[in-house]
């Protein structure tokens, strides 16, 4: 299965920011119980950085500014995925370095959706209990179904 079967849910949880919003913005967008990180895109809208709520949370305790710039704050080391990858292989690449959102990007670097973890494998879950069930159906004699 691919990443892109999943983009109802990954454009759902897609919260778009600018590298030049304040954190007071993207607190703001980060309240929604959806959304786990934000994408901050240039000017072209590809791309940027990332910040999670953690990366917010972290920020404010220590230095207190809310009016700072979010580029100031955010990821440059995006790790992400592509709608053509293998849904498996990016959540064992989620699990390994125990990222609960990952943004989904074109090739061109455009923000598409973020995949969240709990979805991911809410899904791989349920494409193995389908193994199952065909699995016991054609071992019982009743064949596919």
Not at 60 to 81: F, H, K, Q, T
Request: net charge neutral.
């Amino acid at each position: 299965m691919l990443v892109e079967a999943l983009r109802p849910m990954t454009s759902a949880r897609l919260m778009v920011i600018a590298v030049d919003a304040t954190l007071r913005t993207a607190a703001s967008a980060l309240s929604n119980p959806h959304i786990g990180i934000l994408v901050v895109c240039d000017e072209n809208r590809k791309a940027a950085g990332v910040v999670s709520k953690s990366d917010l949370v972290r920020h404010l305790s220590n230095v207190g500014v809310a009016e700072s710039p979010v580029a100031v704050l955010m990821s440059r080391n995006i790790s992400s995925c592509r709608p053509k990858d293998d849904l498996y292989a990016t959540w064992q690449k989620m699990a390994a370095q125990s990222l609960q959102n990952m943004p989904v990007l074109s090739t061109d670097s455009r923000p598409l959706g973020v995949l969240d973890i709990r979805d991911a494998l809410m899904v791989l879950f349920e494409q193995e209990e389908q193994q199952e069930r065909l699995l016991i159906n054609y071992i019982s004699g009743v064949g596919y179904q």
